[in-house]
């Protein structure tokens, strides 16, 4: 349905500047949605604000001017669904079993509220009921210590837990004896890592915010910052004001990378169409960027050889870089004829992008998992590098890589230590700190503990936040691999599609949100997070908790760490860490000295701190003590006849797997997310119409049937072959059994499928 009620099959894009008005009245009708006004409001003031909190959603950074309206659209609904007044609690349990909430949708679930009790799922009535807190972390630690091995246990963390939260997080699990640390930095960024980290020697991001005042092109590949990342917007529609370039290569021509209008500005919304964002929008197709990239490569060094000294900096690569002149044989052995046809682009349209580049001093490349969820992900990030590397483009400001992550700390998680793959330094000192030899094999990343699970290897899973079980891929595999366990637990704020797929027994432990008042022994506290560009700061919530029995996530860490450990691995005292939030805190800073020195003082500074960047700094800790240039062949990404490369994508309504509500404003859909985005030429081709039905079929190289039925078919700006849908609704349709070459992430953006009218018209 539309907004005004009326039938609407969407597909009609969005024929306005993102923000605006629209965002303003998006931004009131969900407060109003959440029943408790006047309190949001309030909340909403306090968000990234000095004295308040870091917002819930995005990891994009604050200016450290930040004014007293610093947030977006969707972190009003973040922080609204935070700040509801709906609760779930005892009652709401009694009267539902946990299969009619399976039944329900992943927006039905979490639009019930706030949970409120710790629960325990009993088997025999098919119900949560109550448990206190000594009952719940007595179980935990009597299964944990029946364990025939640590390995046994999965400690998977989502991006929301703050730094305090993971670091002592991570400690438990390797004084309990394992590295089985999946993140959610496995599903979504973690070829970045890997990728930087071989080239440069660092696994993040080289810019700050600041940089993005400097630059004279911005490139946006596989982002879509409208919806995902809408503070952005801001950064892109001052550079343009002032002259700079924005590339953009994306399948869809998304409403935030074609206009935007400052919801901030009465006059911009009320008397303009709003700011052009991209002044280059290049289709690419599906999983053809590394083709792009090429392209873009071997016309900067088809340019410097009519003209030597002019294109590349030769003197950066001399003396910063290695492996020049063998990529640069590569790439010119790249023929045009395979560029085109990989990429979907012209040979004109990419030397065209490769002259903004070649004439801007000072370069920007951002991406996002549009990228990063590909078999060769870590191949194309490598090529941006290889750009990058080029030009001289690090080091300086105004330039660099710009991986722009999801949830609000999931690089900060992976800094303070949660890894399957902890470096060996980090280890040696976290053991000199807290007086025990850490496990030293690598751990279980989310796709080991999905297999590892189904196969009764792992038999005890806690979820630290997010929502394994809707956000992982292959999703009827994952659902029966957790059922497998013989214990699931899951520190929430808010049910979702975890707590209903239950292991033979489950607790949800109900934990404080990022606005809430953490008060401890010593008084109320303070946590931190670290954005995407490597800025640490505070978060101090002032709202009273939803529910008198709530408990921080330290506190709960610590209350399953006491019951579990008994003393019998290490003298840790977690009741003094957690008394004090500074006092953990003091032991990051002595395990992490180069990055944390001084820590409690710095979190003080406006705006935080910088951790810094070697790279950055023109300081390269690969193996060779060089930035390395890499050689990469352009993948043959065709598919038999019939074939469609589908990638899954979010709703504007939406933030990971967090539905707020059933529309996507920016591509013209109204109360519908079972949707599949085609060309209308494909449509044709299939004998459908917009509006259809139809039953969708992955088809990897595993040889497993996957099939989801009954979703619409919306004719949409797309190129030719390619098509896209909502996750987690399209995540049953993602392998388990294949992933990214060196990052193993799943292969969520090139899904190789088939559509068919569905004959059930009623699904």
Not at 390 to 403: D, T
Not at 630 to 636: A, G, L, S, V
């Amino acid at each position: 349905m539309s907004e005004d009620g009326q039938p609407n099959s969407g597909g009609s894009g969005y024929h306005k500047a993102a923000g605006g008005l629209d965002a303003l009245i998006s931004g009131v009708r969900h407060t109003l949605k959440e029943r408790n006004t006047m309190r949001s409001v309030r909340t909403l003031l306090r968000v990234n604000q000095p004295d308040g909190f870091d917002c819930p959603g995005c990891a994009w950074p604050e200016p450290k001017d930040a004014s007293r309206l610093e947030f977006c659209e969707n972190g009003i609904k973040a922080v609204t669904f935070e700040a509801t007044s709906k609760r779930v609690g005892p009652e709401f349990f009694a009267r539902h079993t946990v299969s009619f909430l399976n039944e329900q949708t992943d927006h039905f679930l979490e639009a019930q509220g706030r949970l409120t009790h710790p629960m325990r799922y009993s088997a025999a009535t098919d119900h949560y009921e109550p448990v206190t807190w000594e009952d719940a972390f007595a179980l935990i630690g009597d299964k944990l210590r029946a364990l025939d091995h640590p390995d046994q246990a999965v400690f998977y963390t989502s991006g929301r837990t703050s730094n305090e939260a993971a670091f002592l997080y991570q400690l438990f699990a390797r004084l309990y004896g394992t590295n089985n640390m999946p993140d959610c930095s496995n599903m979504c960024h973690e070829s970045s890592g890997v990728a930087l980290g071989e080239s440069i020697g660092v696994g993040k991001g080289t810019v700050t915010l600041e940089d993005f005042d400097h630059a004279d092109a911005i490139f946006i590949l596989g982002q879509n910052p409208g919806t995902n990342h809408p503070r952005m917007l801001a950064e892109l529609q001052k550079a343009g004001r002032r002259g700079a370039k924005v590339v953009t290569f994306n399948p869809l021509r998304e409403a935030g990378l074609v206009a935007f209008s400052h919801p901030k500005s009465a006059r911009e919304m009320l008397l303009s169409g709003g700011t052009p964002i991209s002044t280059h929008y290049y289709p690419v197709l599906i999983g053809g960027d590394l083709a792009a990239l090429t392209g873009i490569a071997k016309h900067l060094l088809e340019a410097e050889q009519g003209a030597p000294g002019t294109i590349l900096d030769d003197a950066f690569i001399r003396e910063h870089t290695s492996g020049f002149e063998a990529f640069a044989a590569h790439v010119r052995g790249a023929a045009w004829e395979v560029i085109e046809a990989q990429s979907g682009l012209s040979r004109e349209q990419l030397q065209e992008a490769a002259e903004v580049y070649a004439h801007a001093d000072r370069a920007i490349f951002c991406w996002a998992m549009g990228l990063t969820q590909h078999k060769h992900a870590a191949a194309t990030i490598q090529m941006i590098v290889n750009l990058l590397l080029m030009r001289g483009q690090f080091g300086k400001p105004g330039a660099g890589a710009c991986p722009v992550r999801g949830h609000s700390n999931v690089q900060g998680d992976r800094t303070v230590g949660i890894t399957e793959k902890p470096r060996p330094e980090f280890l040696r000192s976290l053991g000199e700190v807290f007086g025990f030899e850490p496990p030293t094999g690598h751990g279980l990343d989310t796709i080991g503990a999905i297999h590892a699970m189904a196969r009764g290897q792992a038999k005890v899973f806690i979820g630290m936040g997010g929502n394994f079980a809707a956000a992982s891929p292959d999703t009827d595999y994952t659902i029966a691999a957790l059922r497998h366990c013989e214990l699931t637990i899951h520190v929430s704020t808010k049910l979702n599609r975890s707590h209903v797929v239950p292991g033979r027994e489950a607790l949800i432990l109900p934990c404080l949100g990022r606005t809430e008042r953490d008060v401890q022994a010593t008084g109320p506290q303070r946590v931190t997070v670290e954005d995407s560009m490597s800025m640490v700061h505070a978060s101090m919530g002032r709202n009273p908790p939803a529910s008198e029995h709530l408990r921080s996530e330290p506190s709960i860490i610590a209350g399953i760490a006491k019951a579990t450990l008994n003393g019998d691995v290490s003298n840790v005292d977690f009741d003094h860490l957690v008394a004090d939030y500074a006092r953990i805190r003091e032991k990051i800073a002595q395990t992490l000295p180069d990055l944390f020195h001084d820590y409690n003082r710095r979190i003080d500074q406006p705006g935080g701190f910088y951790l810094g960047n070697s790279a950055r700094s023109l300081e390269w800790k690969t193996a060779n003590q060089t930035a390395c240039f890499t050689c990469h062949d352009i993948p043959d990404l065709m598919l038999p006849p019939g074939q469609l490369r589908l990638m899954t994508i979010r709703s504007h309504d939406q933030f990971n797997t967090t539905v707020y509500d059933v529309h996507d404003r920016y591509r013209g859909v109204y109360g519908e997310r079972r949707i599949i985005f085609m060309n209308p030429a494909d449509l044709a081709d299939r004998g459908l119409q917009d509006g259809d039905r139809v039953d969708i079929t992955s088809h990897f190289q595993d040889g497993v049937g996957r099939v989801v039925k009954g979703f619409r078919a919306i004719a949409y700006d797309i190129p030719r072959g390619c098509a896209a849908g909502y996750f987690p609704e399209m995540n049953p349709l993602v392998t388990s059994n294949q992933w990214a070459d060196k990052s193993r992430t799943p292969l969520s953006k090139f899904i190789p499928a088939t559509v068919r009218w569905s004959a059930d018209e009623t699904t």
